[in-house]
């Protein structure tokens, strides 16, 4: 086995992943707030350290883990599979988390789950450029007081047309994890994103 395959992980699992799980959920908790996500993960080339993060925390033997076309590599595959056991799935639909730094994926092609079971949707974890630097948004919604303005640079150029048809399907839709430099935003469904 390739040693490369090996490396890269958690030096403290337990920790880490709850540190890890801390940040996730906080996030989505209160979306528009930036966690931290820095954890020292040195993970194959093409997969961000911070999406690395994501997939040792959230995704084991029971859950389908999609990957845009730039990340499924040979390497990125052998580490996923040796650290987390997850199913890889070429199907966006039949995900349950995605990994993603494609800027012009959509959303809507993901699992949205169903009226009965909203929480069968993917989670979408997307890489960005930065948290901060891009045009201003204004979030309101369940776990922001009032509202709170973003700046995230590199989402895709239609994200707020997509965002609005995302939460008009309320309780179906996806919830989205932006990372990037060692640090994350949660945006759940019911998060309400516009211009500022």
Same mark, same amino acid.
């Given at each position: 086995? /390739?040693?490369?395959?090996?490396?890269?992980?958690?030096?403290?699992?337990?920790?880490?992943? =709850?540190?890890? +799980?801390?940040?996730?959920?906080?996030?989505?908790?209160?979306? *528009?707030?930036?966690?931290?996500?820095?954890?020292? &993960?040195?993970?194959?080339?093409?997969?961000?350290?911070?999406?690395? @993060?994501?997939?040792?925390?959230?995704?084991?033997?029971?859950?389908?883990?999609?990957? #845009?076309?730039?990340?499924?590599?040979?390497?990125?595959?052998?580490?996923? %599979?040796?650290?987390?056991?997850?199913? $890889?799935?070429?199907?966006?639909?039949?995900?349950? +988390?995605?990994?993603? %730094? #494609?800027?012009?994926?959509?959303? @809507?092609? +993901?699992? =949205?789950?169903? /009226?009965?079971?909203?929480?069968?949707?993917?989670?979408? @974890?997307?890489? $960005?450029?930065?948290?901060?630097? *891009?045009?201003? &948004?204004?979030?309101? *919604?369940? *776990?922001?007081?009032?509202?709170?303005?973003?700046?995230?640079?590199?989402?895709?150029? #239609?994200?707020?047309?997509?965002?609005?048809?995302?939460?008009?399907?309320?309780?179906?839709?996806?919830?989205?994890? &932006?990372? @990037?430099?060692?640090? &994350? $935003?949660?945006?759940?469904?019911?998060?309400? $994103?516009?211009?500022?």
């Amino acid at each position: 086995m /390739d040693t490369n395959t090996l490396d890269g992980g958690f030096a403290d699992p337990v920790m880490q992943s =709850q540190t890890a +799980f801390r940040a996730v959920m906080d996030g989505l908790a209160n979306p *528009g707030t930036v966690q931290d996500l820095a954890l020292g &993960l040195v993970p194959p080339s093409s997969l961000s350290p911070e999406l690395a @993060a994501i997939a040792l925390t959230l995704c084991d033997h029971d859950t389908t883990l999609w990957l #845009d076309r730039d990340l499924a590599t040979d390497a990125v595959l052998g580490w996923l %599979r040796f650290h987390t056991s997850a199913p $890889i799935t070429s199907e966006r639909a039949q995900a349950q +988390f995605a990994l993603t %730094r #494609d800027p012009t994926m959509t959303l @809507a092609d +993901f699992d =949205q789950g169903t /009226d009965l079971y909203p929480d069968r949707s993917t989670t979408v @974890a997307l890489a $960005i450029q930065s948290v901060s630097g *891009g045009q201003a &948004l204004s979030l309101t *919604g369940p *776990g922001i007081d009032g509202s709170i303005t973003i700046a995230p640079h590199g989402l895709p150029a #239609d994200f707020l047309t997509q965002w609005a048809e995302n939460g008009a399907q309320f309780p179906r839709g996806v919830d989205l994890l &932006l990372v @990037a430099d060692g640090q &994350l $935003i949660g945006l759940p469904r019911t998060t309400r $994103i516009k211009k500022a």
